[in-house]
């Protein structure tokens, strides 16, 4: 049998290892994809690092990795939307499709869902095996870098752009991709200010680049004086939190308008957090949850953004390296000065 190069979850323990494993085979609604590149996300730090989350959920060996792009190379036989040769970036959400929510337009939040790389072998990997049904096909004028992190700037799609933010005050919480990623998409969306809570300083210059008009560090004791200054008093329309921290949820409570929308993406690392509910109340505001990424509202909206010219996630890709190199990756992922971003490995 014909074997492949791997990034593995080996054992139940810190780290990974590059091995040589069988390339999988495609079931009747699969595709094989040959990887042309693929991003390391900080989920996959957290199986790296084998943190509390991923001892519970992760089952080893595990070829782990969930954002890439690559070429279509084999079809199951009941696959009739892909043929070989087809360029694809994948929606790493596997919905089962026969749930309440698979059949109400809720696929990316289905009843029995799976994720790419983290329930199934995923693509840190020559090759893997991706369900048709989450397959995204790409122009062939697409650098393979930007193609394999739609995922993620998909996140930063859906976050922002649940509701409309054209014209709006947005504060984008957290300065990792995510965060980076969403002042670009809050930009190309015509945005009003887009205000950066920043923890990193070697991202300054990113979050510019990616159209942030104020910036400001997390622990400026005037964060909330800045933010009603920028704003006239108001506060900001929306609230995008990337982060998943404490005290970012708490200020973003805090300087969210009256009637403004706070948009929950970041992970929080305790599963019960204290937040000022009572402000929250009579504010009239509203939380807005996001997981995944609506299958394919987001993915059009993404394309037209992309198309458009006005969204340009380069700037938020800061390494590249070859996948046999990943611990590089891993290592500049978890450097505590974060002089990274999102890091592509190239099988
Ligand atoms: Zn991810
Ligand atoms: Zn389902």
Same mark, same amino acid.
């Given at each position: ?15 990974? !290892? ?19 590149? &693929?991003? @390391? ?69 289905? $009843? ?19 369900? !048709? ?25 859906? &976050? ?29 969306? *015509? ?10 300083? %070697?991202?300054? *210059? ?5 159209? *942030? ?11 909330? !004086? ?28 805090? @300087? ?6 706070? &948009?929950? %993406? $970041? ?24 997981? $995944? ?55």
């Amino acid at each position: 049998m014909a074997k492949m190069k791997a990034i593995s979850k080996p054992k139940a323990a810190p780290g990974a !290892e590059l091995v040589m494993v069988d390339i999988p085979k495609p079931g009747p609604r699969d595709l094989l994809v040959k990887v042309k590149a &693929t991003s @390391i996300c900080g989920t996959d730090v957290h199986i790296y690092e084998w943190d509390a989350w991923s001892q519970g959920r992760i089952k080893p060996p595990l070829v782990f990795g969930h954002e890439f792009c690559g070429e279509v190379v084999e079809v199951g036989a009941l696959v009739t939307g892909y043929k070989p040769g087809d360029y694809i970036s994948a929606e790493s959400h596997i919905p089962c499709g026969y749930c309440y929510q698979c059949r109400n337009d809720q696929q990316h939040i289905c $009843g029995n869902l799976k994720i790419l790389g983290v329930d199934t072998q995923g693509c840190f990997a020559d090759y893997v095996v991706l369900p !048709e049904v989450c397959a995204w096909k790409n122009d062939k004028s697409m650098p393979p870098e930007i193609a394999c992190i739609q995922e993620p700037l998909g996140n930063a799609v859906y &976050t922002t752009l649940c509701e409309d933010v054209a014209g709006l005050n947005v504060a984008v919480f957290g300065c990792g991709p995510a965060g980076l990623l969403t002042v670009g998409v809050a930009k190309a969306a *015509s945005a009003g200010k887009i205000i950066h809570i920043i923890k990193h300083e %070697f991202r300054r *210059s990113i979050s510019k680049q990616m159209g *942030s008009d104020v910036i400001i560090k997390y622990d400026d004791p005037q964060l909330k !004086e800045k933010v009603l200054k920028e704003t006239n008093n108001v506060g900001v329309d929306v609230v995008c939190e990337m982060t998943g921290n404490t005290q970012a949820i708490n200020q973003g409570l805090d @300087i969210v308008r009256k009637g403004g929308r706070f &948009t929950a %993406f $970041g992970i929080a690392r305790e599963t019960s957090i204290p937040v000022n509910l009572n402000s929250l109340i009579f504010k009239g505001a509203r939380i807005v949850g996001i997981n $995944g990424r609506e299958m394919y509202r987001t993915w059009y909206q993404m394309a037209g953004l992309l198309n458009s010219g006005r969204l340009n996630p380069a700037p938020v890709i800061t390494h590249k390296f070859k996948l046999e190199e990943f611990e590089k990756g891993f290592a500049a992922m978890r450097s505590s000065d974060r002089q990274s971003a999102k890091i592509v490995l190239y099988p």
